[in-house]
């Protein structure tokens, strides 16, 4: 704290003596544009001796002088044409009152010309020098300001060139742009999915709340450690439930924070991170995206001295040097650990790499539950079914899915969120927005549908793929239309066969136009890039090809430009063709795979696109129907059903709502009332009166509720009846058994 004081005080008075300095220099500048031109004492004589001199202003050993066609004499000498010292007052008395003595008409005899009002009379053309004297020496900031402004000016030049170095922290560009998380709101108890993760990072909280524990068995804890995984799974959420957890510092800054215009700024700036730390110890420092600055030295295509590799130097040089940084623990977060300097992973700096892997069906039921908190669910939501839908999605992802439904639910004017709302909310986020505005013609909606029921019934068929959960022909986001698939196993690794089966799913819809329009379009270009890159990872990656066996061409995303730019590809012209035909074959399996399957099923592609056509969006029952042999009729049927009972749902979900905001309402009007005749500003009789409307209204709406539940369950048990009636399984003997 005492350090704080310091270095605010320190930083008071700098900003104090850069306000002096710039008060002096604007004084000074305007001092000088007034005074005017300097000039020698002899200068002065023979300007006077030429009548050029209008008025002169004596201020101590200076002369003010105003020409005569010089500046206004309003303005004088608050501004002046030139300005001269003298040593003599004697003298400069002397000459000014010969001068003007010499203006003046003489007779032959020496005597002055005279007027009829018996003053002197100046000769033609002739002007007076009006003079001033004031006999008081020159202020000592007058005097001293030349001097003064010229210490200031070289001051200044000083802080700005130490502060352009790096090597000053005069202007805050060395310094360190970590914030001290004085105290956190997340725990541990908010981090779900996550199980392992959060034991590995409650092994450091302990070790800072009870170091002797570990201590007193020769345990040392580790300097670093790194959160690796994808985006979105809680890595940085991990490190605030630390900050919460641990109750000592913890400093948190970004790895791009180092980064700066001025060379040598990062270096500082770590070095200024890591003091601020040995003050604080023990504590925690938190590097957020690690990558920005500890991304391998020697990348570029030019030389590897860059500010980036300095800064880089310096963090190894503080996480592992000769100095020791006791107490001081380096948490660090990225999703690319495969471009990290080695020596920055290695023990000794982080000598400890968490993973946090996306959830798997358990971890996001708990997610959900974590995120659900202030939510409230109808009853038909179901958690589970959430978790499954879900499947592949990183905690960042549910967290928005959630917060997406809550807010179709707020733009409906709804208090409670339901299952539709969610389904809804997911569809959003994987695909986007619904485009129900776009014009498309009826040749567009035709050529989605049968592309569609291409991918649909191919997925079906095939016993490896996912299971279809709904087709629809509205647009979402870059896409016509849509198929929509998930895995409920949660598969960790992928079978050949698996992929093989997807490769044929994808080509679906290609296939689809082939065979219902004899002809093809554009809308495959996905599905076929897609493909293609997937049966390369099979051939050139995953050693999946007969032909080409199990190597590896490391055909993966290149990371450093500058490093391969040179590399050579490690196999030859002929095995590259090998690889491109294995790829093909691969391909045009797939293809005649799909080409035959929909070949057999081309009823049900019509039927599939009829339905399509006219209801726009199939779901997983109606799909598997259809699939199984059902007519359109009853299909189309079932549809209107399930949307009937849709609207009749949310039919009673907003009359609930508007329940819900009418009670709310009456109840705000009863507090109001309250706090009114509290203050005295309406008297008992009128708050009894207030209270009785609204318990008569919270009454009837109770009654009416009640009504609408009793006419529900009736017609409830009214379809049910007519169910049984129409089922021809539902004989007599059933009835009395």
């Given amino acids: 704290m005492e350090k704080k004081k310091n270095n605010a005080w320190k930083s008071s008075i700098f900003y104090i003596i850069m306000l002096v300095a710039i008060v002096v220099l604007v004084y000074w500048v305007v001092a000088r544009n007034n005074k005017g031109k300097e000039i020698s004492y002899t200068e002065f004589q023979n300007m006077v001796e030429t009548n050029q001199v209008a008025e002169i202003d004596v201020y101590g050993y200076t002369i003010r002088i105003r020409l005569i066609d010089g500046v206004a004499e309003n303005n004088f000498p608050n501004k002046v044409d030139a300005y001269c010292t003298f040593m003599s007052v004697n003298e400069l008395t002397s000459f000014i009152d010969e001068y003007n003595d010499s203006l003046y008409q003489k007779n032959e005899d020496g005597s002055y010309v005279l007027d009829e009002n018996n003053n002197k009379v100046l000769k033609e053309g002739a002007v007076l020098i009006n003079a001033s004297y004031s006999y008081e020496s020159e202020s000592w900031l007058a005097s001293a300001l030349p001097y003064v402004s010229v210490i200031v000016i070289v001051v200044i030049g000083i802080f700005l060139f130490k502060a352009m170095s790096g090597n000053n922290k005069g202007f805050g560009f060395g310094k360190s742009k970590a914030k001290l998380v004085i105290s956190s709101n997340v725990k541990f108890s908010d981090v779900a999915g996550a199980d392992e993760e959060k034991q590995e990072l409650k092994e450091i909280v302990e070790f800072l709340k009870n170091p002797s524990r570990f201590t007193e068995l020769g345990a040392r804890i580790p300097k670093g450690v790194l959160l690796v995984g994808p985006p979105g799974t809680g890595k940085t959420l991990l490190a605030k439930a630390v900050a919460g957890e641990s109750k000592v510092p913890f400093f948190s800054i970004s790895g791009s924070d180092f980064v700066e215009l001025y060379v040598g700024v990062g270096a500082s700036r770590v070095r200024d991170l890591f003091d601020s730390a040995k003050a604080n110890a023990p504590c925690i420092v938190f590097i957020d995206e690690i990558d920005a600055v500890g991304r391998q030295r020697g990348a570029g295509l030019g030389g590897g001295n860059d500010e980036r590799e300095q800064t880089l130097n310096q963090l190894l040089v503080e996480m592992d040097g000769f100095e020791q940084n006791s107490g001081i623990i380096v948490l660090a977060a990225t999703n ?402």
Avoid at 380 to 394: H, P
Avoid at 591 to 609: N, P, S
Avoid at 650 to 655: D, G
Avoid at 662 to 681: F, P, Q
């Fill in 336 to 737: 690319r650990a495969d471009v990290l300097d080695p020596a920055l992973t290695r023990p000794g700096r982080f000598d400890r790499q968490v993973y946090v892997h996306l959830p798997d069906v358990k971890g996001r039921e708990d997610i959900i539950k974590v995120h659900s908190k202030n939510k409230p669910f109808s009853d038909d939501v179901d958690i589970k079914r959430i978790a499954r839908i879900t499947s592949g999605l990183a905690g960042a992802d549910i967290e928005n899915i959630l917060n997406e439904a809550a807010l179709l639910t707020a733009r409906d004017g709804r208090y409670k969120i339901t299952m539709v709302d969610i389904q809804e909310a997911v569809n959003k986020v994987l695909m986007g927005p619904k485009k129900l505005s776009r014009v498309i013609t009826e040749q567009d909606k035709r050529i989605t549908a049968i592309h569609e029921a291409g991918h649909a019934i191919v997925a079906e068929s095939l016993p490896n793929c996912d299971k279809v959960q709904e087709i629809s022909i509205i647009p979402r986001g870059m896409a016509g239309g849509y198929t929509l698939t998930f895995d409920e196993n949660d598969r960790s690794h992928m079978p050949k066969q698996k992929l093989l089966d997807s490769l044929a799913m994808m080509l679906g819809g290609r296939t689809a136009e082939q065979i219902m329009l004899d002809d093809i379009t554009t809308g495959a270009s996905n599905d076929i890039e897609r493909a293609t890159k997937l049966a390369r990872k099979m051939v050139a990656e995953w050693g999946m090809s007969e032909k080409i066996g199990l190597i590896s061409f490391g055909e993966g995303d290149q990371i450093f430009v500058g490093r391969d730019y040179q590399r050579q590809v490690p196999y030859g012209q002929e095995l590259a063709s090998k690889i491109d035909e294995e790829v093909k074959a691969i391909i045009d399996n797939a293809h005649d795979i799909a080409y035959k399957i929909l070949t057999e099923k081309r009823d049900v592609i019509e039927k599939v696109t009829h339905i399509l056509l006219d209801k726009e969006t199939i779901y997983k029952e109606e799909f598997e129907m259809l699939f199984n042999g059902a007519s359109v009729e009853d299909v189309e049927q079932a549809i209107e059903k399930k949307e009937e009972e849709k609207r009749a749902y949310q039919e009673k979900a907003k009359k609930e709502a508007q329940a819900e905001h009418m009670n709310r309402d009456m109840k705000s009007r009863l507090a109001t009332a309250e706090a009114l005749a509290k203050a005295g500003v309406i008297n008992k009789a009128d708050l009894e009166k207030i209270r009785a409307e609204v318990e008569e209204e919270l009454a009837r709406q109770g009654s009416e509720q009640s009504k609408s539940s009793k006419s529900e369950e009736k017609n409830n048990e009214s379809s049910t009846n007519d169910k049984q009636s129409k089922d021809p399984n539902n004989n007599d003997e059933d009835k009395n058994a």
